[in-house]
């Protein structure tokens, strides 16, 4: 895992807790300026109940680091909900949002979902175990 890593909400909210699978990850990707977010990701911190207590660290971290929601992100997720729509196992739509970006992006996505995003061929997942 030697480059950019987009970070899922749930690793986030494991740094900002200061406990969980996501600390010394999220840690050790913005140290070395590696993580990236996603505009899914601003949306669900902002709309979380840590937010006004936390603010300022959470635009903090959100800056220049949150990869936008443009229309070929939005073009993969609907690929990727359209193929596992039509598979029968079909997942939220803000997760196939947040692996869109991934994919528009080339970008590894490391999250503690692997379920529903195992599912999603051509999105790269981080295995937490090896981090």
Request: charged share 25%.
């Amino acid at each position: 895992m030697a480059g950019l890593v987009v970070v899922d909400t749930d690793l986030v909210i494991d740094f900002l807790r200061g406990k969980g699978a996501g600390v010394s990850l999220v840690r050790e990707l913005i140290s070395s300026r590696r993580i990236r977010l996603t505009a899914l990701t601003a949306f669900e911190l902002r709309m979380g109940t840590d937010f006004h207590r936390r603010h300022q660290e959470i635009l903090k971290l959100l800056k220049a680091r949150t990869l936008p929601l443009d229309m070929a992100a939005g073009l993969r997720a609907g690929e990727a909900a359209s193929l596992l729509r039509d598979a029968g196992t079909p997942i939220g739509f803000a997760d196939c949002l947040q692996a869109g970006i991934c994919i528009r992006n080339n970008l590894p996505f490391a999250t503690r979902n692997r379920r529903h995003f195992e599912r999603i061929p051509q999105l790269s997942l981080v295995d937490l175990t090896e981090v």
